[in-house]
């Protein structure tokens, strides 16, 4: 099997990446009582102890079975953690090692994974350890939002200097702005995905970028807010028939939904939102969070608007005004890797590593602007868009067959951007997560876009 292209780097890169990405694994479980590390049976999430263990499997699994040849460390490893083959639901009834006994399991590969690291200066090593990597980052955030379903308190998380020593992000509006300033974005080619000589790591559903012509829209500058979101409940959006479509409408009617998931009426008709084991008064001008493809879908027909495509998102993020005019189908616009260019997120930029544990104000993070003058593209929310999770032309999977070909299904839908649990490794504008419609247990919200031609509603002028 060919292994796919990882850019090389330092040995001792990825040694302290390796650490780092343990550190918050431990720092997301450090304090439960083993009660919760069981945790209730849902269908959205996975027993905590489980997890972990699975995580620790999966890096032994291709850095140190597959890459090195060894043997495995527990003999009933793939038994107990391969997720691919153990069925969610009996999770909770397997004979787990005891919570001691698996740190010891998670310490024991992180060490011969650090090790063994000493060549990981070339490609098809590199790639290996990259994918451990992004594994324990997603399970990182998986483990946060599994906090939070659960109502557990915020978890107390280490984090880089430069995002411990933050300032609080600015918001850049007056209080009583609309948000809803939409931009208008010119047609042209864009190449949509990612080449793996152009990034250090990247997915199979990521490959290959290919030319794609995106006709002008015009995009939402931020995100939907609370506020926002919040005229749709007071208006019985909800219960509105018209602007849900069928599914939609299953969906909503089987959950008895009525407003989003973390939120509920207070005295005087005030909205409370639930952060962690925390209820807050609502806060109107922070990014929505914790809605599904359904509810975002519903709003966006109450409003007049609708969802961005994925090729319409990453135009919007990866290249510029410039780049799109002059693009043709022979010379695509060029893309940077992030909406403010190509170098690394920072808190200045974007609210990701759990620096804040909840959304800002969706006018924050001004540096983090796209060229188009589009916000917070990265972090602070995942956002929907109207595509459905599918492969690009010529797709084949990578070794790790299971991360995307089983869920190109028709059932699951692209997000984009990341949100504030995502480490800052993950979010480059090409990165391509994906979700079934009705999950908003997920960190995840929406904005909204408008062909070009076209006024928005009144609703969100």
């Known amino acids: 099997m060919t292994v796919p292209y990882a850019a090389p780097t330092s040995p001792d890169e990825l040694r302290a990446a390796l650490l780092d990405a343990r550190r918050r694994t431990l720092d997301l479980v450090r304090d439960l009582d083993d009660d919760q590390l069981w945790g209730p049976r849902l269908s959205i999430v996975n027993p905590l102890l489980w997890e972990i263990g699975h995580v620790a499997w999966f890096q032994e699994r291709w850095v140190l079975r597959e890459l090195r040849g060894l043997g495995p460390l527990r003999s009933a490893g793939d038994a107990l953690y391969d997720s691919a083959k153990v069925a969610h639901d009996t999770r909770w009834s397997l004979p787990l090692p005891s919570r001691a006994d698996t740190l010891a399991y998670m310490d024991a590969v992180l060490g011969r994974a650090i ?16 994918l451990a990597i992004a594994h324990e980052d997603m399970h990182d955030e998986a483990f946060t939002y599994t906090r939070q379903t659960h109502g557990w308190a915020a ?16 918001a850049t509006h007056a209080p009583s702005d609309r948000r809803s300033e939409y931009i208008t974005i010119l047609g042209g080619t864009l190449m949509l995905g990612s080449d793996p000589g152009a990034e250090l790591f990247v997915f199979d559903n990521e490959k290959r970028a290919h030319p794609v012509q995106v006709a002008p829209f015009r995009l939402a500058r931020t995100a939907v807010t609370n506020g926002e979101f919040r005229d749709f409940v007071e208006a019985g959006g909800y219960g509105r028939r018209d602007v849900w479509d069928d599914e939609g409408w299953a969906w909503r009617s089987s959950a008895s939904a009525r407003n989003p998931v973390y939120w509920r009426r207070a005295a005087a008709g005030r909205w409370e939102q639930r952060t962690f084991e925390r209820w807050d008064e609502l806060d109107p001008s922070a990014t929505l969070i914790h809605v599904n493809w359904y509810e975002a879908d519903a709003y966006c ?70 060229a188009h003058g589009v916000r917070q593209l990265i972090g602070n929310a995942w956002e929907w ?19 995307s070909e089983p869920w190109y299904d028709g059932r699951h839908m692209v997000l984009r951007g990341g949100c504030f649990a995502t480490r800052r490794r993950i979010p480059r504008s090409a990165y391509r997560n994906f979700y079934t419609r009705d999950r908003r247990d997920v960190f995840a919200g929406f904005r909204v876009c408008a062909r070009a031609s076209d006024e928005p509603a009144s609703s969100i002028s």
């Open 155 to 170: 978890p107390q998380l280490h984090a880089a200097a430069e995002w411990r020593a933050a300032a609080d992000p600015v």
């Open 385 to 403: 868009t109207a595509s459905e999770f599918r492969p690009y032309p010529g797709f084949i999977p990578d070794p790790y067959r299971e991360y």
């Open 115 to 130: 090790e063994y690291a000493g060549d990981a200066d070339r490609p098809e090593v590199a790639y290996y350890y990259r």
């Open 301 to 370: 027909r109450w409003a007049g608007v609708r969802l961005p495509t994925e090729a319409e998102w990453e135009a919007a993020a990866t290249t510029t005004p410039e780049g799109l005019a002059a693009s043709r189908q022979d010379a695509p616009a060029p893309k940077q890797r992030y909406p403010w260019g190509d170098d690394a997120p920072a808190p200045e930029r974007a609210n990701l590593e759990g620096m804040r544990l909840a959304t800002v104000d969706a006018t924050a993070h001004a540096a983090g602007d796209s």
